[in-house]
């Protein structure tokens, strides 16, 4: 089997990736919302796997690997990765978890961080009734996590947050800086609230920067003992840094009993190899559409187990094929994992793929499925309807 094609497109703000072979087997891949501009970047990559066998995903991934990096920019390689993994699937009958090792997990726990009301403010009321909200969602949660401090527009809507000028686009997170007591008492106040609507029943995950310091890090990690968080995230460094900032992490990990998160725009083993070796973290976050693909997410999830660290992979862009994606991974996980975050699916994408039970999460699990490659295919009939105007993606030419 050879590839014969690669197409990219852009549908509902999502770059959406297929990769042809000439016998007639077709792998798909979804991208993160926000990265609409990353089509000519995934094209980029035709030139070096055009003629490759697909169902040697190694191979292939040895010649493109290389020409990827942190968040954003490994979202394409990881994308090709996926959709390699699907032919692979298809081509041998067999999902996609079959192939990574098999599953050890029937139905896989997802957490939530986009669905339903978030917060439509930043005081200790306007989190709570988002809880209250959210824990009232038919798919049974049991995980939430909500976004505060350098995350969110908290510095700039609450007085004297922290030493530093706010600053409000268009660079994401752009504020960084010391807390100030009252910044840090307002976040500690925020908590108690989502505490007392989750009780101990459900896990309560805070996605924090990055824009911390270590000490303003340590300063909230230890003020926020007593509620028994299931991590704090990016507080030094994430989303689109360039960076993991290791001794920073580790300053702050070693000194709190809270556990600490990173890792979402981490590409590659590598790029975790010093964060996981010095144990700089408590749980890694990687999200399988950045990391480099599904091989790679496992690897690392393998990687961290040795040396005693949890894994939740990231994954709230990632749309519906990223869901089909995150659950054949994370089937085949070791007990490190804790749960993925759920992506946010808009409804018009039940018209436009067919193959994925609806709804997908019952009692905050997504069950695996058994369908050839990652069980979920393009309604191409709907998706013409989408394409932007003179877009070739549903164009075939190019299989023999
Ligand atoms: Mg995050």
Redesign the pocket.
């Known amino acids: 089997m050879k590839i014969v094609d690669l197409k990219c497109t852009v549908v509902e703000g999502y770059p959406l990736v297929r990769v042809d072979t000439d016998e007639g087997i077709s792998g798909i891949a979804q991208i993160e919302k926000p990265k609409h501009y990353i089509k000519p970047h995934v094209l980029f990559y035709k030139r070096f796997i055009i003629g490759q066998d697909p169902t040697n995903v190694e191979r292939v991934m040895l010649r493109i690997r290389n020409l990827g990096g942190f968040k954003p920019w490994g979202s394409a390689v990881s994308a090709i990765e996926i959709a390699l993994w699907d032919i692979a699937g298809k081509a041998a009958g067999l999902p996609v978890y079959k192939l990574l090792g098999g599953k050890i997990r029937d139905r896989v726990l997802v957490y939530n961080t986009g669905i339903g009301p978030a917060p439509t403010g930043f005081t200790p009321e306007e989190y709570a009734e988002s809880a209250r909200r959210r824990k009232a969602l038919p798919e049974g949660f049991k995980i939430f996590k909500f976004g505060v401090a350098f995350h969110t527009r908290m510095p700039a809507v609450i007085p004297n947050f922290f030493y530093g000028e706010v600053e409000e686009g268009p660079t994401p997170y752009p504020n960084r800086g010391r807390l100030t007591e009252r910044g840090l008492k307002h976040i500690v106040e925020c908590v108690k609230a989502l505490k007392e609507v989750l009780g101990d029943e459900y896990g309560l995950a805070l996605?924090c920067g990055p824009g911390f310091d270590v000490q303003s890090a340590l300063s909230l990690a230890k003020a926020l003992e007593p509620f028994n968080l299931m991590w704090l995230?990016?507080m030094i460094t994430?989303?689109y840094t360039p960076y993991t900032a290791v001794e920073a992490y580790r300053l702050v990990s070693s000194n709190t009993t809270t556990p600490i998160h990173t890792g979402?725009q981490i590409y590659l083993r590598y790029g975790f190899k010093d964060l996981i070796e010095n144990n700089a973290v408590d749980v890694i976050g990687p999200d399988p559409c950045d990391i480099g693909g599904l091989a790679e997410l496992k690897w690392v999830a393998e990687f961290a187990d040795l040396h005693g660290i949890l894994i939740a992979p990231?994954g709230v862009f990632d749309g519906i094929i990223g869901v089909a994606a995150l659950t054949q991974v994370c089937a085949t996980l070791p007990k490190n994992f804790i749960a993925f975050e759920m992506p946010v699916i808009e409804p018009v994408w039940w018209e436009l793929v067919k193959g994925l039970p609806n709804p997908l999460v019952k009692d905050g699990y997504v069950e695996v499925q058994d369908k050839p490659g990652l069980g979920v295919e393009l309604n191409e009939k709907a998706l013409a309807k989408y394409l932007p105007e003179g877009d070739d993606f549903l164009d075939y030419s190019s299989k023999k």
Do not use: V
């Open positions: 996605d995230e990016d994430g989303d979402e990231h």
